[in-house]
C-alpha cells in the first residue's frame, strides 16, 4: 500500500512535469516569434515528453490504488533576452526536476516503499538524458554566437529531432 505522504509527493511531481511541459510549450512559442521553427519544433518534441512523464506518474498513483488530485499549473515566463538564455534557462529548470526525483527518490526510501523506488529510476536516467540534451544544445549555441550561419545550421539540425510516443500500455 502506498502511503498518503507519497502520493502526495507524487501529485507534486505530476504538476512539476507538468509545468516543465507549459514552460517548453512558451519556449516554443518564443522561437516561433522568432523564425526559429527548428528551435520550436525541438521544444514542441520536449513538450511531448513532459507529458509523457506527467502521465507516466499519473498513471502509476492510479495503478497502486492511490488518489491523483491535480493542482494549478504556475505561469511560466514568455521572453528569453536570447535563444541561448533560453535554453540556459532549460537547462537549470532541468536540474532543478534532477534535484525533485532524487526527492522522490529519498522519500521512497525511507518509506521502505521498494515499488514507487523501483518506478522512480526510470525517471532518475531520464534526467541523465534530459540534462545532456538540453547541456549540448547549450554548448553548441556559445559556439555559434561568434559564427555567422552556425544559428541557422543549429535551427536545421534541431528541427530534426522528432517525437516518439512511448508504447501503449501491455505491449
Ligand atoms: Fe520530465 Fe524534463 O523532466
Keep these: 500500500m502506498i502511503s498518503k ?23 516554443e512559442a518564443y522561437f516561433e516569434s522568432k523564425n526559429l521553427t527548428g528551435f520550436a519544433k525541438w521544444m514542441r518534441a520536449q513538450t511531448q515528453e513532459e507529458v ?36 540556459e534557462a532549460a537547462y537549470k529548470h532541468e536540474q532543478l526536476v534532477t534535484g525533485l526525483i532524487n526527492n522522490l527518490v529519498n522519500l521512497a526510501v525511507a518509506e521502505k516503499d521498494h515499488a514507487t523506488n ?36 543549429l ?5 530534426q529531432r522528432v517525437f516518439t510516443p512511448p508504447p501503449a500500455q501491455g505491449e
Design 5 to 27: 505522504k507519497m502520493v502526495e509527493a507524487l501529485n507534486d511531481q505530476i504538476n512539476a512535469e507538468l509545468y516543465s511541459a507549459y514552460l517548453y510549450l512558451s519556449m
Design 52 to 87: 509523457v512523464h506527467a502521465m507516466k506518474i499519473y498513471d502509476f498513483v492510479n495503478e497502486r490504488g492511490g488518489r491523483v488530485a491535480l493542482k494549478a499549473i504556475e505561469q511560466p515566463p514568455t521572453e528569453w533576452k536570447s535563444p541561448l538564455a533560453a535554453f
Design 118 to 153: 523501483s518506478f522512480l529510476q526510470w525517471f532518475v536516467d531520464e534526467q541523465v538524458e534530459e540534462e545532456t540534451s538540453v547541456d549540448n544544445v547549450v554548448q553548441n549555441l556559445k559556439m555559434a554566437q561568434d559564427a555567422p550561419g552556425a544559428l541557422f545550421m
Design 155 to 159: 535551427d536545421r539540425e534541431l528541427g
